[in-house]
């Protein structure tokens, strides 16, 4: 899987408030999150993202609560990767099982800047900065994350190791 | 080698029990047995509807794992806010009716999810449970772990009763020494959190211990188990004690069994700290690492004060509020809402007298609800106000308009500070 898009730069500790705030979890409908998400840090954000960009952030992204609508905001807004220095725990779970690619890489992080033009292949688990001309690698996942990945998220994968036919 | 009792937990559930290794170690991935779980209005529907999809494409319908170790506690926008959240709510009780799901939690028996379950004996020492929230952490308090996931994680494992995790290193937490007058586990946990960060403990379990910890009552240990999270924890853990084995005799609804760290368990780090220094803590906007002790507080103006949540909405917190407030009332422009946690929380505080305080100090009473903690309803907050909430988390507009602001404190703090008007540090405060 490859993406190229345009960088959007944010700080440490972006939390699950900024990414979609609870005013709006009223509802689960991806169309209706996407269009608040980031609305507190970064009003432009819903407007002008465009598909296949990129969020780039520093330590800890999406800390705070669990509520899958974060991710799923994320993505449904057409983002196709996140790059952080760490990313907070659930929100790690959340993505790799809604099958939104996350990737931890510091060095890409530290030079990536707002606008900048970015190139990830995911299976190779590189990040080419094409707006500064250079290479990055990414730290790799664990083998079963993988295969989760690679099932298209956690459901698919559950729904494979269930009999067809209950009984079978 | 030894194991802490995060480890020992997690290797018993990963089906290593019955093995002579039975060892698990730090960055392993297990699946592991789930004793509970549960989810709330917000993350519930998702994890509904991934469920059904998995139905749709096996085109069969499928049971939950255990009709008895599944909760769906509508609690975050209940009673109901708006057509919006009622909806969310219906498909948390349709689909409890239609795969009758024992522990579904109407208004008038729900309260807020982390305080219910442990108080209906749901959840257990030696337990391994996730839910789809991330308070869920709360319940390490009782020996268990106990980790937050989100809706797709709870779809799975209502599907299968397995999670997957990777296992943690833990962090050992040791508080010595006497605890000052007023302060309380949140005072720990905010001064704790301050120390180390909001990802302090990224991936990681805080293991809690030291005299202090041992002398501390449940509802304390749950305080600082709840906010484990905030420092970016798996979960908080405390070993079970005789405290612990008193509060479930009587209300357990399984059997449990009780683990201990061993003594050449292997930390990633000791932290020690001497409580005897530390006073009543206030976290400032807009991180809860962000500690300071309230005397320290320059003049700070606040609008409203909120007393609840599943991190201080228990019984001793309300009384120790309404012990501040009684015989004083509240400052002229400051709003006071009180949560009680649980229906039976609600009626032991009213059976106790402690509405009367509450009530003629100027304070309100709600019905229990998360409502104003996540900015939800029942105290939003608007542009530039502030507020001193015994909640989790003072995220840029967390309660409500994004020029908002919290200020994270003990019931204590909370309540001397709608007395003043200002932030306040219950020292202050003449004791009626």
Not at chain 2, 162 to 191: H, M, Q, R, S
Not at chain 2, 193 to 206: F, R
């Given at each position: 899987m490859k993406f190229k898009g345009k960088t959007w730069k944010y700080k440490d500790n972006v939390n699950t408030d900024e990414i979609i705030p609870a005013r709006y979890l009223n509802t689960s409908d991806p169309k209706e999150l996407a269009e608040?998400?980031?609305?507190?840090?970064?009003?432009?954000?819903?407007?002008?993202?465009?598909?296949?960009?990129?969020?780039?952030?520093?330590?800890?992204?999406?800390?705070?609560?669990?509520?899958?609508?974060?991710?799923?905001?994320?993505?449904?807004?057409?983002?196709?990767?996140?790059?952080?220095?760490?990313?907070?725990?659930?929100?790690?779970?959340?993505?790799?099982?809604?099958?939104?690619?996350?990737?931890?890489?510091?060095?890409?992080?530290?030079?990536?800047?707002?606008?900048?033009?970015?190139?990830?292949?995911?299976?190779?688990?590189?990040?080419?900065?094409?707006?500064?001309?250079?290479?990055?690698?990414?730290?790799?996942?664990?083998?079963?994350?993988?295969?989760?990945?690679?099932?298209?998220?956690?459901?698919?994968?559950?729904?494979?190791?269930?009999?067809?036919?209950?009984?079978? | 080698m030894g194991m802490t009792i995060t480890e020992k937990i997690l290797a018993a559930h990963a089906g290593?029990?019955?093995?002579?290794?039975?060892?698990?170690?730090?960055?392993?991935?297990?699946?592991?047995?789930?004793d509970f779980i549960?989810?709330?209005?917000?993350?519930?529907?998702?994890?509904i509807s991934e469920f059904e999809s998995v139905e749709k494409e096996k085109g069969?319908?499928?049971?939950?794992?255990?009709?008895?170790?599944?909760?769906?506690?509508?609690?975050?926008?209940?009673?109901?806010?708006?057509?919006?959240?009622?909806?969310?709510?219906?498909?948390?009780?349709?689909?409890s009716r239609k795969k009758n799901i024992k522990y579904y939690f109407k208004i008038g028996e729900m309260g807020v999810e982390h305080a219910l379950l442990p108080e209906k004996g749901l959840v257990l020492p030696g337990d391994c449970i996730i839910g789809a929230d991330s308070h869920t952490c709360t319940y390490g308090a009782l020996g268990a772990f106990s980790t937050g996931v989100g809706s797709t994680d709870l779809a799975a494992a209502m599907i299968r009763g397995k999670a997957w995790f990777k296992i943690p290193e833990t962090i050992k937490f040791v508080y010595n020494g006497t605890l000052n007058k007023w302060v309380c586990g949140k005072d720990l946990i905010l001064y704790t959190i301050g120390?180390?960060?909001?990802?302090?403990?990224?991936?990681?379990?805080?293991?809690?211990?030291?005299?202090?910890?041992?002398?501390?009552?449940?509802?304390?240990?749950?305080?600082?188990?709840?906010?484990?999270?905030?420092?970016?924890?798996?979960?908080?853990?405390?070993?079970?004690?005789?405290?612990?084995?008193?509060?479930?005799?009587?209300?357990?609804?399984?059997?449990?069994?009780?683990?201990?760290?061993?003594?050449?368990?292997?930390y990633a780090d000791i932290r020690e700290y001497d409580m005897s220094k530390i006073k009543p803590q206030v976290s400032l906007p807009h991180l809860p690492s962000n500690t300071k002790p309230a005397s320290d507080v320059d003049n700070i103006q606040i609008d409203q004060v909120v007393i609840g949540s599943c991190t201080n909405g228990r019984l001793r917190d309300l009384e120790i509020a309404a012990e501040v407030l009684k015989g004083h009332k509240i400052h002229q422009y400051v709003r006071l809402i009180i949560l009680p946690a649980t229906q039976k929380i609600y009626a032991d505080a009213m059976k106790k007298g402690l509405f009367d305080i509450f009530l003629e100090s100027g304070g309100i009473i709600s019905t229990p609800t998360c409502g104003p903690c996540l900015g939800g309803h029942m105290g939003v907050?608007?542009?530039?106000?502030?507020?001193?909430?015994?909640?989790?988390?003072?995220?840029?507009?967390?309660?409500?308009?994004?020029?908002?602001?919290?200020?994270?404190?003990?019931?204590?703090?909370?309540?001397?500070?709608?007395?003043?008007?200002?932030?306040?540090?219950?020292?202050?405060?003449k004791i009626k």
């Amino acid at each position: 899987m490859k993406f190229k898009g345009k960088t959007w730069k944010y700080k440490d500790n972006v939390n699950t408030d900024e990414i979609i705030p609870a005013r709006y979890l009223n509802t689960s409908d991806p169309k209706e999150l996407a269009e608040h998400c980031m609305e507190d840090i970064d009003a432009s954000f819903a407007k002008e993202i465009e598909k296949d960009d990129i969020i780039v952030a520093q330590e800890n992204f999406g800390c705070g609560s669990s509520r899958e609508h974060a991710p799923i905001s994320i993505k449904e807004a057409g983002v196709s990767c996140i790059i952080a220095n760490s990313f907070a725990r659930i929100f790690y779970r959340n993505s790799i099982n809604i099958g939104l690619p996350i990737l931890e890489c510091k060095e890409a992080v530290k030079d990536a800047d707002k606008g900048d033009i970015l190139e990830v292949d995911l299976s190779a688990g590189t990040i080419l900065n094409l707006t500064k001309n250079k290479s990055y690698k990414s730290t790799p996942f664990p083998q079963f994350i993988q295969e989760l990945i690679s099932a298209g998220g956690l459901m698919k994968w559950v729904s494979k190791t269930l009999p067809p036919v209950k009984g079978d | 080698m030894g194991m802490t009792i995060t480890e020992k937990i997690l290797a018993a559930h990963a089906g290593k029990k019955q093995e002579a290794m039975s060892q698990v170690f730090p960055g392993e991935l297990i699946e592991a047995d789930l004793d509970f779980i549960l989810g709330n209005d917000i993350t519930a529907p998702i994890a509904i509807s991934e469920f059904e999809s998995v139905e749709k494409e096996k085109g069969r319908e499928l049971d939950v794992f255990d009709k008895e170790r599944v909760a769906l506690v509508p609690d975050h926008f209940t009673p109901n806010k708006d057509v919006k959240s009622a909806e969310q709510c219906k498909i948390l009780r349709d689909f409890s009716r239609k795969k009758n799901i024992k522990y579904y939690f109407k208004i008038g028996e729900m309260g807020v999810e982390h305080a219910l379950l442990p108080e209906k004996g749901l959840v257990l020492p030696g337990d391994c449970i996730i839910g789809a929230d991330s308070h869920t952490c709360t319940y390490g308090a009782l020996g268990a772990f106990s980790t937050g996931v989100g809706s797709t994680d709870l779809a799975a494992a209502m599907i299968r009763g397995k999670a997957w995790f990777k296992i943690p290193e833990t962090i050992k937490f040791v508080y010595n020494g006497t605890l000052n007058k007023w302060v309380c586990g949140k005072d720990l946990i905010l001064y704790t959190i301050g120390d180390i960060g909001v990802d302090g403990a990224l991936y990681k379990s805080m293991e809690f211990c030291g005299d202090v910890i041992s002398g501390l009552e449940m509802h304390d240990r749950f305080t600082i188990c709840n906010m484990a999270i905030e420092a970016g924890g798996k979960n908080g853990i405390i070993e079970p004690d005789k405290k612990t084995l008193d509060y479930v005799k009587n209300i357990a609804k399984r059997d449990y069994k009780i683990y201990k760290s061993d003594l050449d368990a292997k930390y990633a780090d000791i932290r020690e700290y001497d409580m005897s220094k530390i006073k009543p803590q206030v976290s400032l906007p807009h991180l809860p690492s962000n500690t300071k002790p309230a005397s320290d507080v320059d003049n700070i103006q606040i609008d409203q004060v909120v007393i609840g949540s599943c991190t201080n909405g228990r019984l001793r917190d309300l009384e120790i509020a309404a012990e501040v407030l009684k015989g004083h009332k509240i400052h002229q422009y400051v709003r006071l809402i009180i949560l009680p946690a649980t229906q039976k929380i609600y009626a032991d505080a009213m059976k106790k007298g402690l509405f009367d305080i509450f009530l003629e100090s100027g304070g309100i009473i709600s019905t229990p609800t998360c409502g104003p903690c996540l900015g939800g309803h029942m105290g939003v907050l608007a542009e530039g106000e502030r507020c001193v909430s015994t909640t989790n988390r003072n995220f840029v507009g967390r309660m409500g308009h994004v020029k908002s602001e919290v200020y994270l404190a003990s019931p204590a703090v909370a309540a001397a500070s709608a007395i003043k008007g200002r932030i306040t540090d219950p020292e202050e405060i003449k004791i009626k």
